[in-house]
């Protein structure tokens, strides 16, 4: 009996493993299809603009303000994208410190139409190697604006700048092949940008009260006075810790 009921058993298991065999087959089947479109999905080109800049501790502020308007800055890049690649010219933590108010709050943290318009001027749809840079004398930017390519073959350190911004020609690449960086030491922004940025936000509020945008304290019952954000200051703040973290 123990033998016969041994055999059903096996009989039975057979069974069942021969009538799931196909159903297990099919899910197998979807399941590595689904796998396949995922990973056919195109990678955020910022997000790993911004992972790029983890070992680069220079660059910390153009990855905080790309991270502040990652989904604006995508949806512009993506609709007009017609080649394959990008490449984004990187402004420096001093690019944007030299070049900013120092009795304001930063404009690019809190008005997203200058940090989007700004950004998108960095990008450009295409793929460009060095000698591209070398060569050209002109890009369309990603937001459909021109930059001017100036060479100087007397300088051996700095034989290209764009928009008269140095750039270093060491290329930091992106692991996926979707782009490549090339780090700048100037912003591409104007003045203008920057003056109509701070009109849009006229009241940053500090503890004694809104900031206009002459910088001056409004509040009846403080006397007025400028408050001031020395960036500077903060900029050398940052390279000390850096350094204090063996980051150079």
């Not at 922004?189 to 900031?211: L, S």
Request: net charge negative; with cysteine.
């Amino acid at each position: 009996m123990v033998g016969t009921k041994t055999s059903f058993t096996s009989y039975c298991c057979s069974g069942w493993a021969a009538r799931l065999s196909p159903v297990f087959l099919v899910l197998v089947a979807v399941f590595h299809l689904f796998a396949m479109e995922a990973n056919a999905q195109p990678s955020n080109i910022v997000t790993e603009i911004r992972q790029a800049f983890a070992s680069h501790k220079e660059l910390s502020r153009v990855a905080n303000y790309l991270n502040l308007g990652e989904k604006e800055i995508l949806q512009s890049l993506v609709k007009g994208q017609t080649g394959s690649g990008y490449t984004f010219f990187a402004p420096t933590n001093w690019a944007f410190v030299r070049m900013l108010p120092q009795d304001i709050s930063d404009p690019f943290f809190v008005d997203s139409k200058l940090r989007h318009d700004v950004l998108l001027h960095h990008f450009v749809r295409r793929s460009l190697t060095k000698d591209d840079l070398l060569t050209k004398s002109e890009l369309i930017m990603a937001d459909e604006k021109s930059s001017t390519l100036t060479h100087n073959a007397s300088n051996g350190d700095v034989p290209v700048q764009i928009n008269k911004a140095n750039i270093n020609l060491e290329a930091i690449r992106l692991a996926s092949g979707m782009g490549v960086i090339y780090v700048v030491d100037q912003v591409f922004v104007t003045p203008q940008q920057i003056d109509e940025a701070i009109r849009r936000h006229p009241a940053v509020e500090t503890p004694w009260g809104p900031i206009d945008p002459q910088g001056q304290i409004n509040n009846q019952d403080v006397e007025s006075q400028t408050v001031v954000v020395d960036l500077v200051a903060e900029f050398l703040r940052e390279e000390a810790a850096a350094a204090a973290g063996g980051h150079h």
